[in-house]
């Protein structure tokens, strides 16, 4: 198991800043993968970046560019950096863990989440 603890979120004007952290319990080369998803009110739960344990990543579409997911080892921290804030980024954001044992068993973990609010 691992146990997953955010902070950072918070209310920011559009074209500000927001760095996210994500804390694990657990030595961070021992997760398959992180990621930080988001859910708008109303919406479904979506990706917005992810990283391996190889440390690759990947980015929605909409964050590209704005957004920089990295990793603190030391820390076992996982961070969402967010730039160029906009009001559509508006969402409680959530910090995900993915761990695939040797036989193929998959679980995951899930933080308590932490709003964001952009305001326009």
């Known amino acids: 198991q691992v146990q997953l603890v955010e902070s950072g979120g918070g209310l920011v004007q559009a074209g500000e800043s927001l760095r996210l952290s994500c804390a694990t319990s657990?030595?961070?080369?021992?997760?398959?993968?992180m990621g930080w998803y988001r859910q708008a009110p109303g919406k479904q739960r979506e990706l917005v970046a992810g990283i391996t344990s190889g440390g690759s990543t990947s980015y929605a579409v909409s964050v590209k560019g704005r957004f920089t997911i990295f990793r603190e080892i030391a820390k076992n921290t996982v961070y969402l950096q967010m730039v160029s804030l906009k009001p559509e980024d508006t969402a409680v954001y959530y910090c995900?863990?993915?761990?695939?044992?040797?036989?193929?068993?998959?679980?995951?973990?899930w933080g308590q989440g932490t709003q964001v609010t952009v305001s326009s």
């Open positions: 657990r030595s961070i080369f021992s997760i398959t993968a």
């Open positions: 995900n863990a993915e761990i695939q044992t040797v036989d193929g068993l998959r679980s995951n973990y």
